[in-house]
């Protein structure tokens, strides 16, 4: 189904998406009517579902080893350029936090990313992270050099679930436009979409079980133990329900005691808990079906990032790999987020009547419009 906006800016924009994993970013902007030529990514396993889903271009490659003219030459014939991209998160993570400076190579992904947005010049900006990337060097720089090349920047934080996203997972979403302010749509749901309304219509299934007209409907098995626990949760409790001798060894330190959510189940009538690339595991978090005596299935896990139901991840007749698939969907932009991104762009291009580049300066030209703008600003 395409957006409010249909096919309204296909053929007129073209976006490349880095870090496109399997395409939740990507098929938010197709659903919205925003072309996109091709997505970059060095996870092999990202190629099916990328193509398979957004008919659009899958290259394989660190951005790290890219020129800014082989990224440049993606985009086609589309007059108004976007670059959007998702820098892995886990360097920004606050369980990874040691240093924050340029020359560790944790970092180097969004300044790459900044690299190719300064070589290239894209009429659109947009970027999602995690919330505590903007605390970091490397966020300011970022920001920095995109306002030194004439960028209009926005940036905040927002709740997935405004978005219609079925969960509690907040993010950091940055536009940035050449020809004018831009910012993010206000929410577009006042109340968030529950678990319920996501996924209860699915055929039950049972641990260690698969649907059989749906291969990513199957649930990881569990041991006696763990079947156990489950079946002794409540939605919304936590392992302190349980009897004494199903408690793990975990729990009963100091520190095991602060971590209620893991072996716990979700609640029907409120959103899920934030997917992870462990998300189909049941010791992992609140990840446990409400109702049945399971962990959510992959294809659960895959409509609480708001994929389309029919969202293919891996080719007829290969096997239902856990671990791959999980971290596709647990790494994914959600794609409704991904649709309002879609539409604060839409929105900029119809407020600022954008319908053709601004004009590509020479270097010389660029030069002299950046000191500009310093001497200015």
Not at 101 to 125: M, N
Request: glycine content about 10%; overall charge neutral.
């Amino acid at each position: 189904m395409r957006g409010r906006n249909g096919t309204r800016f296909q053929g007129v924009t073209s976006c490349v998406d880095l870090f496109c994993g399997a395409g939740g970013l990507t098929h938010g902007f197709i659903l919205e009517g925003i072309s996109v030529e091709a997505g970059i990514d060095l996870d092999p396993a990202c190629r099916y579902p990328y193509e398979k889903n957004n008919d659009a271009l899958f290259v394989e490659r660190d951005i790290t080893d890219m020129e800014s003219e082989e990224v440049a030459s993606l985009f086609g014939n589309g007059k108004i350029r976007i670059l959007a991209g998702c820098a892995p998160c886990q360097p920004f993570s606050t369980y990874s936090q040691r240093y924050d400076t340029r020359s560790d190579h944790k970092w180097g992904l969004l300044y790459e990313f900044g690299r190719l947005a300064q070589d290239i010049r894209p009429d659109i900006v947009t970027m999602e992270n995690v919330p505590s990337v903007e605390r970091h060097e490397v966020f300011v720089d970022f920001v920095t050099e995109l306002k030194e090349c004439g960028y209009h920047v926005w940036h905040g934080v927002v709740e997935c679930a405004r978005y219609g996203v079925p969960q509690t997972r907040r993010r950091m979403v940055l536009l940035a436009s050449l020809h004018g302010p831009i910012r993010m749509i206000d929410p577009t749901h006042a109340k968030p979409r529950t678990v319920r309304q996501a996924i209860e219509g699915l055929r039950p299934i049972q641990a260690g079980e698969s649907a059989p007209r749906d291969r990513l409907h199957v649930a990881s098995a569990l041991s006696e133990k763990n079947l156990a626990r489950i079946r002794a949760s409540k939605p919304g409790g936590t392992w302190r329900d349980w009897p004494e001798h199903l408690i793990a060894e975990c729990h009963r330190t100091d520190t095991g005691r602060t971590y209620p959510s893991v072996y716990g189940r979700m609640e029907w009538d409120k959103p899920a808990p934030t997917m992870t690339t462990q998300c189909y595991g049941y010791g992992n978090g609140r990840f446990g079906h409400p109702e049945q005596d399971r962990a959510i299935s992959l294809r659960e896990a895959a409509i609480l990032q708001s994929f389309p139901r029919n969202y293919e991840f891996v080719p007829p007749g290969e096997p239902v790999k856990f671990t791959p698939i999980g971290r596709m969907i647990g790494n994914a932009v959600p794609v409704e987020l991904g649709r309002a991104i879609a539409r604060s762009i839409s929105r900029h291009l119809v407020e600022f009547d954008i319908r053709a580049p601004r004009g590509r300066s020479s270097t010389a030209a660029l030069e002299k419009e950046q000191s500009d703008l310093r001497a200015v600003g």
